[in-house]
């Protein structure tokens, strides 16, 4: 029904004061926080969790994505973990009981350019090897799966086909959010809100606690997981990452008839957009240069992503932006993720997802919580070390074919 | 009878001529100056559309931008989804229909323009109601650069609704005018504050010829801005509060007012401030009776609202506990005033509860250079508003540097104020009709709900119940949604806050924000000096970054392949030629220029003759290739570089950044010449005759005119340079002449080369010709993972020069591993074409890939199909087989050296 | 679209200028001298501080000159 509620649960999770230790604390109630201390629960059963979140629960990168799921990277070590996350969304709404809202309704890469194409195929036999669904359209058959986007070739940047990824959609971010907080509340995490981390307490090269303005809380293990703001957390330790935290904006248009049937991304043009429930079209913005915490970027970008947009999609003339907002998204060098051991003992780091973060939320939740109950990273991410930027073995997606979101 | 309540006088609607418009199927009349709303109300139709969740029947809510209820389609002259009733100006042949919940995008072409404007002023005045009037008037008067902007059709805010001072409003927006600094945009709604006082306002323009632009929007940047936005009148939540005929009181006055039209004939206002009485005033002397005033400050309740298409009766309970039964047609509420500070939170500002307001207001403590007058202030006084706004004018026109002077403000007399309530809900009824987001039908009950989860963020609750996130972005619902929570909470609505706000204000369409910037304007095309000849020979065009190049020259029936294979034959085996303008061209001049390119390229550059040419490869400082080009030693200081064509702008930029930030003791300068030089390739062993007869002053011997050396001469008499280097293993020229000669010259060459079949040839063909001869492309064989080691290049690794960007990194653990992925040929069963972007496996049900194929092409000098690939320790694998991955199944290929065409280079010289 | 001051040209917008990172970060003097872990920090570790950072800028669409100023990363105000 246009519009139409999903039915949320009545009972979501406790509001405890903090213990005065706990066995694991997670720095960041964001969707990766969240789904890391249910893992642990879960997985581990590590039940004496806290996750420490300086505002609302999500409220950061989380309440702030455009949502798209899809595990169509190139190299070998994203797709892996981007596979076992995607894996794991085609069972979350029954693991988690709640209705996450999570479609796949496919994930269209456009190519725009001969090498957009050469790119694109190699993604596709890449991505076939490592058993993902992936398959290369051409104009006629993008259209197919998307009537509404414009294959004339006489526009400037033309659509030469396009990678289609069928198992790939989206689901509603919120709900996710709380669908973990919800799982690992019922399993004895405490969820601690409004609880800002203002240092981390280490003796002897190992972390035994944090400080924030709850007071000092005691910790055996203390996972990061802060998205834009792990520089300042990690400068806390001592410890330099290589990240910069930069806007990302992104917006909404009110709710419109069913148009839009799939995911649409383009790289070259510069566009990703899909339909929500509701009606709305989500639409992804580009990166803005300079570093900011400031959860806003600046204006031409928004202009120039709607000019992106009217070229793909003509018929959007005249749909309207309702809000534009922006997130915080740490970026690494080779637009892959950090995720593994600190040179602090118990101090462990999950960060550098740029905008990738969301789609790999069950999957990094799973390894993190791997990782940080084992002391030693899970398979899948043992790739994304912070050792590869001395050794060089980067698995830079930036100079790669997929797109980068 | 047409327009049944309009009253017969007053208003500024012009009673002369009439609109004809379609609502819902029905035929209907208005006047120039209505809206759509008051158009329908004049008419009285009330119910305009349906609650999204609910279905239930919905009116006009509001009389301007904050309407939460009437969203209405637009199906003619052109589909518009979702625009609010009371912000769509009326005109003749509308069609509109009422919407629940969805609009409709139109599935033509939309036909309007589009158009961006630029200002730059000392003072930007947000709001033309009298706040905003006294303010440019002030700012004005010291001759200052003023922008007014207003998103009605007429300056006056509030005075249009209160009908007051029209006349001093009239004589300020006529002086405005006149004045040549000011500029006064109505029909303008300021929808975002940016950093540093960057506002965007969008302009709507109706009436005028489908050629000229319908939208524009305004990209403001201001010294000083005074926001003058005024305030929005926020509703009660009450069992019953959303049937059609419920209105704000302010609302309904402007109705009366402004539009000359009665909202019905009989109401009941529900208060808990003073300017509903106002309201109820005004519309009595318009002829509506005023069934009673129920101020809730005096003990007054409601406890139902009978009606469902509108309202029929309103029972309230009287001070003195009694309850009574009014029949009404129109329910006028005011739960408070909150003052529009959507852009002042924008701007960076924060809004705090005021709790003598009963409403958050802007702290007056913004970083950006701006002041908040008048209603957006939360000064609701007439006379306030007048003097606030005059004084923040003269502070804005000081800023700038200048003297305001002195202005007459209207002399106004006002009754003293009694505090307004803060006031939410009010009790009794079902909470699951008492609305507090109309749009999105969230109610008391939802809110109820979603603080029972334990969510305690006033942002969780929103989520949860979608409150505030519709159209409207909640600018009647925010703060009552606040209010409701924060006494569902127990805590104070201070201490809870409102949601953020985010631009725009109000919805702007996606093309509006796309202005012009539309299909060949979305990105400029670059294209030489010989485009028009291309086009007209039947070439097929490839986007090479910005550039539009040649891709192949099909004739008369030929497909791709028997095009590029032509045009192959003839460079290898007669003569061809290409435009390779496009190329990069970057002057490097100054007596440090040696040392400069030494420190950039990976090899020697600085043992170059003049007179020499060499290639060259520049890596980033992690090692791996960034662009490769030939450079060409003019003289001791003097080089001139070629790059890649699409990386042309950031190697030069690559320059500038290196000289300018890290070794700006160099005394080099750089200088982008791409578009000066128009170059064309002559490729082919024919080449050699026809140069010799265009260029008679050439020694053009092998001898006489080396490989990788330049010679200045004269070519079909024009100044040229030529360059005896190759990009196919042929003998080659690559002759430069000013961008102004290249058709002289192209003909000349088509001319003289005629007789040999001179055979012009695009970038497939030499994409073909390179590969055979194993040379990568920048950006096709690698991927920003390759060094030039891995690429085979390593000849072109100086081991002599102390450092060079890159050298560091080619020891790191990973990048000195001879397990890399490196570039090599591959040879498929003979007619199989690998696709490019094959992956390579050492068997055929191997999943684990080696690398993949970089380039692909039937060849016609090998008479066979081949492939450039990056394979892990690809050189040790010459000689054996891999398995190649098709669209469908494997297929083997052999391994072999990346040269396949001529490795002893004997064909260089002709 | 923040205002960015070049001291060549003056106050113009954020659209006519490319952003360059931490500032004052030199080409280390003899890279040969440095370990693999000291190169990676030059190679790929800038700071990225909330508050205050010193950053470069080239007016890319003007003069051409690269230049630094300190800008809140928070509010975008330029401090210096």
Redesign the interface.
């Known amino acids: 029904m246009a519009g139409g509620l999903v039915d949320h649960p009545d009972r979501l999770w406790r509001n405890p004061e903090p213990a005065a230790a706990y066995d694991v604390i997670v720095v960041g109630g964001g969707g990766h926080g969240l789904a890391t201390a249910y893992y642990l629960a879960k997985n581990h059963g590590i039940t004496n969790v806290a996750v420490l979140e300086k505002g609302w629960l999500a409220g950061g990168n989380m309440a702030r994505n455009t949502t798209i799921i899809r595990s169509n990277y190139l190299w070998d070590e994203s797709a892996g973990i981007y596979e076992h996350s995607l894996k794991l969304w085609e069972g979350l709404e029954q693991e988690l009981d709640y209705p996450i809202l999570f479609s796949q309704r496919g994930v269209l890469n456009l190519a725009h350019s001969l090498q957009d194409v050469r790119d694109s195929v190699r993604r596709v036999h890449a991505n076939r090897l490592n058993g993902i669904d992936a398959e290369w359209l051409d104009p006629a058959q993008v259209r197919e799966i998307c009537p509404i986007i414009n294959i004339s070739p006489d526009v400037r940047y033309p659509v030469h086909g396009a990678t289609y990824q069928p198992r790939a959609g989206i689901a509603k971010h919120d709900h996710v959010a709380w669908a973990y907080a919800r799982a690992a509340d019922a399993l004895g995490v405490d969820l601690i809100q409004d609880c800002e981390v203002t240092g981390l307490q280490i003796s002897g090269g190992r972390v035994t606690g944090v400080h924030t303005t709850r007071g000092t809380i005691g910790a055996g293990r203390v996972a990061l997981s802060a998205a834009g703001h792990t520089s300042v957390v990690a400068r806390m330790a001592g410890i330099d990452l290589p990240l910069q935290s930069h806007p990302l904006q992104a917006l909404v248009s009110e709710l419109l008839e069913p148009v839009h049937p799939t995911v649409v991304m383009s790289n070259a043009v510069h566009v990703y957009v899909s339909q929500a429930h509701k009606g709305e079209l989500v639409m992804g913005a580009g990166i803005d240069t300079w570093n900011g915490y400031g959860q806003r970027g600046a204006f031409h970008i928004i202009e120039r992503q709607m000019a992106a947009a009217l070229e793909l999609f003509p018929f959007f003339a005249r749909a309207h932006v309702l809000r534009t907002w922006g997130g915080i998204v740490d970026v690494t060098p080779d637009a892959s993720p950090i995720v593994g051991l600190s040179e602090v003992d118990g101090l462990f780091l999950n960060c550098g997802w740029g905008t990738g973060g969301f789609k790999a939320t069950p999957g990094v939740g799973w390894c993190y919580a791997h990782t940080v109950a084992h002391g030693e990273p899970h398979p899948l991410n043992a790739p994304f070390s912070l050792e590869r930027f001395v050794t060089g073995a980067l698995v830079d997606e930036h100079g790669a074919a997929a797109v980068a979101h | 009878m047409s327009q049944p309540f309009r009253t017969a006088s007053g208003g500024l609607v012009d009673r002369g001529r009439a609109l004809a418009f379609l609502f819902d199927g029905r035929e209907y009349e208005g006047h120039p100056g209505d809206t759509l709303a008051s158009a329908l109300l004049a008419n009285g139709v009330h119910r305009v559309s349906s609650g999204?969740?609910t279905g239930r029947p919905r009116g006009i809510f509001a009389a301007g931008v904050e309407e939460p209820n009437a969203l209405v389609q637009i199906e003619e002259p052109?589909?518009?989804?979702?625009l609010t009733a009371t912000t769509v100006e009326l005109y003749d042949g509308l069609v509109a229909r009422g919407l629940?919940?969805?609009?409709?995008?139109?599935?033509d072409?939309?036909p309007?323009r589009y158009d961006?404007m630029y200002a730059h002023c000392d003072v930007l005045v947000i709001g033309a109601g009298p706040a905003g009037l006294a303010a440019a008037m002030v700012a004005a008067s010291s001759g200052a650069r003023v922008v007014v902007v207003d998103d009605q059709i007429r300056a006056g805010g509030s005075l249009l609704g209160t009908g007051e001072h029209l006349v001093w409003v009239d004589r300020v927006t006529a002086e405005l005018e006149a004045a040549p600094e000011v500029r006064l945009l109505t029909r303008t709604t300021a929808f975002?504050y940016?950093?540093?006082?960057?506002v965007?306002a969008v302009q709507r323009r109706p009436g005028l010829p489908e050629h000229r632009a319908r939208e524009r929007?305004w990209?403001i940047?201001a010294r000083r801005v005074v926001l003058a936005t005024g305030a929005h009148e926020r509703s009660l939540a009450f069992a019953g509060n959303d049937r059609p005929g419920v209105m704000l009181a302010g609302a309904a006055r402007t109705y009366v007012n402004r539009y000359g039209v009665l909202p019905g004939r009989r109401a009941v206002v529900l208060t808990g401030n003073d300017s509903a009485h106002d309201a109820a005033r005004d519309l009595a002397a318009a002829g509506v009776e005023i069934a009673a005033v129920a101020d809730l400050r005096d003990g007054w309740a409601i406890t139902g609202v009978a009606g469902t298409e509108r309202v029929e009766a309103v029972t309230l309970r009287a001070p003195d506990g009694i309850e009574r039964r009014l029949e009404a047609d129109l329910l006028l509420v005011s739960g408070g005033w909150n003052p529009v500070g959507a852009l002042y939170s924008q701007a960076?500002g924060r809004l705090v509860f005021d709790p003598g307001l009963a409403a958050f207001r802007p702290d007056g403590n913004c970083?950006q250079a701006l002041e908040v007058a008048g209603a957006a202030a939360g000064s609701y006084k007439l006379g306030v508003c007048l003097a606030e706004g005059a004084a923040a004018g003269k502070r804005a026109a000081e800023a700038a540097g200048l003297v305001a002077g002195e202005i007459v403000l209207p002399a106004v007399t006002e009754p003293e104020v009694t505090p307004p309530l803060a006031v939410w809900t009010l009790p009794g009824g079902d909470p699951a009709t008492a609305f507090v987001d109309l749009q999105?039908?969230v109610t008391v009950a939802d809110l109820t709900?979603a603080t029972?989860?334990?969510?305690?963020?006033a942002?969780?609750v929103k989520?949860?119940?979608?409150a505030g996130?519709a159209?409207d972005?909640g600018k009647t619902s925010g703060a009552l949604t606040s209010g409701v929570i924060a006494e569902l909470l127990g805590v104070e609505v201070g201490a809870l806050g409102v949601t953020t706000f985010?631009?725009?204000f109000t919805?702007?369409?996606?093309?509006a924000?796309?202005?012009r910037?539309?299909?060949?304007r979305?990105?400029p095309?670059r294209v030489t000096a010989l485009h028009a000849w291309h086009e007209a020979n039947g070439a097929l065009f490839?986007?090479?970054g910005q550039w539009r190049r040649p891709w192949y020259y099909p004739r008369e029936g030929e497909d791709m392949a028997a095009a590029v294979l032509r045009e192959c034959w003839a460079a290898r085996e007669g003569v061809a030629m290409m435009d390779a303008s496009t190329l990069g061209k970057i002057d490097v001049r100054g007596p440090d220029a040696a040392v400069f390119l030494d420190r950039l390229y990976t090899n020697m550059i600085s043992t170059l003759a003049p007179g020499a040419i060499r290639y060259g490869v520049m890596c980033r400082?992690?090692?791996?290739v960034f662009d490769d080009g030939t450079v060409i030693r003019l003289a001791e200081d003097r080089f001139l570089v070629t790059t890649t064509t699409g990386n042309a702008a950031a190697v030069l930029?690559w320059m500038?950044?290196w000289l300018?930030?890290?070794w700006p003791e160099l005394r080099v300068h750089c200088t982008s010449v791409t578009e000066q030089w128009a170059t064309v390739a002559l490729v082919g062993p024919d080449s050699r005759r026809v140069l010799a007869t265009l260029a008679p002053a050439l020694d053009v011997s092998r001898e006489g005119f080396p490989f990788m050396t330049w010679r200045d001469t004269e070519v079909a008499g024009l100044e040229a340079r030529v360059c005896r280097i190759s990009f196919s293993g042929e003998l080659a020229y690559e002759i430069n002449v000013s961008w102004w000669d290249a058709v002289t010259l192209w003909e000349a060459l088509l001319a003289a080369g005629a007789p040999l079949g001179i055979t012009p040839y695009g970038t497939e063909t030499m994409h073909v010709l390179r590969a055979e001869k194993g040379y990568p492309i920048i950006?096709?064989d690698t991927?920003?993972?390759v060094t030039p080691h891995d690429l085979g290049l390593s000849w072109a690794v100086s081991r002599k020069k102390a450092?060079f960007l890159g050298?560091?990194?080619f020891?790191?653990?990973?990048?000195a591993r001879p397990d890399r992925k490196q570039l090599v040929g591959l040879l498929p069963d003979a007619g199989t074409l690998l696709?490019?972007?094959?992956?390579l496996?050492t068997g055929p049900d191997e999943?684990?890939?080696l690398g993949?194929?970089?380039s692909s092409y039937h060849s016609a000098a090998l008479g066979r199909t081949f492939a450039l690939a990056l394979v892990r320790g690809g050189r040790g694998l010459i000689g054996q087989t891999l398995w190649a991955?098709l669209?469908d199944g494997v297929t083997p290929v052999a391994v072999t050296g990346s040269v396949l065409y001529d490795p002893e280079g004997t064909r260089r010289d002709g | 679209m923040m205002l960015i001051p070049c001291p060549w040209c003056g106050p113009r917008d954020e659209s006519e200028f490319h952003y360059g990172g931490q500032a004052g970060v030199a080409y280390p003097a003899e890279p040969d001298a440095l370990s693999d872990s000291e190169w990676a920090k030059y190679l790929f570790f800038r700071e990225n501080p909330k508050g205050p950072f010193r950053e470069r800028w080239s007016h890319s669409a003007g003069c051409r000159r690269w230049f630094s100023l300190v800008r809140d990363t928070v509010t975008n105000e330029v401090l210096r």
């Open positions: 999204i969740r052109f589909p518009e989804p979702m629940r919940g969805q609009g409709r995008l139109a599935a072409p939309d309007g961006g975002g940016y950093d540093d006082n960057y965007v929007v990209r940047r960076g970083r999105r039908d709900r029972g989860t334990g969510m305690r963020s942002e969780h989520r949860y119940t979608t996130t159209h972005q985010r631009p725009p919805p702007v369409s996606f093309a924000l796309a202005g910037n539309r299909g060949m979305f990105d095309v490839e986007n090479v400082p992690d090692g791996m930029d500038e950044e300018q930030t890290e950006g096709q991927d920003g993972t450092d050298r560091r990194s020891s790191r653990t990973d990048t696709p490019e972007g094959s992956h496996l999943t684990a890939a993949h194929v970089t991955t669209d």
